[in-house]
């Protein structure tokens, strides 16, 4: 069956990145959440997608020229003013603290494309140990060097390759850097892509599936999980296949 991974949380309808969504994402019965991670001056993991804080909070500038103390004086909950309160920016540890009491699965998108983050990596490798949740976490990024490398520091926890364009026979690709899934932009994927990668043993989640169109066709192919803003609404039209 198809996992449902709530792409920034429940991002459809909450504000993206935050406990209130990742809260709701888990209310609606997804099986898993993907979320983001940057860091701070000094030096701690938080989660956010972009690498300044302007357009999903009340603040503006870069993650990385603030520290946490400061970063947890915005609004992260600007998008949706009013509706649910004072929505703080997350420590990564802050998740997965809550997350362990849950079920869910923990897709950690390393944002390290633009901004080379020393010691990202081992940072989020560490917390994930010491959370104990190795298996329940998946590591992705666009930066496959530090896909990588994430597997050469870490075998048993699973790496994913996020990518935009069509990749000739990417299940090889995923193998040579030693990758167990293939998390493409939806419209790269169809049925022979989803099956030549299983025949190869590997994973796909494509992402990111809104419309209900589009999360029929995926369905259809037996991918391995979607990523979606809408959890919920995903869960509804599985229910109908």
């Known amino acids: 069956m198809t996992k449902i991974f709530a792409h920034r949380g429940s991002a459809g309808t909450h504000p993206e990145n935050t406990m209130v969504s990742f809260r709701e994402a888990e209310r609606v019965g997804a099986d898993g959440i993907e979320l983001d991670v940057q860091m ?14 302007d357009r999903t909070t009340n603040g503006t ?5 603030f520290t946490y103390k400061e970063l947890r004086k915005f609004d992260a909950s600007y998008k949706f003013a009013g509706q649910y309160g004072f929505c703080p920016i997350p420590l990564l540890e802050e998740v997965l603290s809550w997350g362990k009491q849950t079920k869910l699965l923990f897709n950690i998108e390393l944002k390290n494309g633009f901004i080379q983050y020393e010691t990202l990596e081992e940072q989020v490798i ?36 996020l990518y935009m364009e069509s990749l000739y026979e990417p299940w090889k690709y995923v193998q040579a850097i030693g990758a167990s899934a293939l998390h493409p932009y ?10 030549e990668a299983h025949q190869h043993g590997v994973a796909v989640r494509p992402f990111t599936i809104n419309k209900q169109a589009v999360m029929k066709k995926m369905f259809g192919y037996h991918v391995d999980a979607i990523f979606t803003d809408y959890p919920e609404k995903a869960r509804n039209v599985l229910k109908t296949i």
């Open 40 to 53: 701070t001056k000094d030096g701690q993991i938080v989660v956010i997608h972009d690498e300044t804080i």
């Open 61 to 65: 500038g870069w993650v990385k020229e």
């Open 126 to 161: 560490q917390m994930v140990k010491e959370f104990k949740m190795e298996t329940r976490v998946i590591l992705s990024s666009f930066n496959h060097n530090s896909m990588a490398r994430c597997h050469r520091m870490a075998p048993e926890i699973e790496t994913a390759l």
């Open 186 to 195: 939806h419209a790269t994927v169809n049925e022979s892509l989803v099956h």
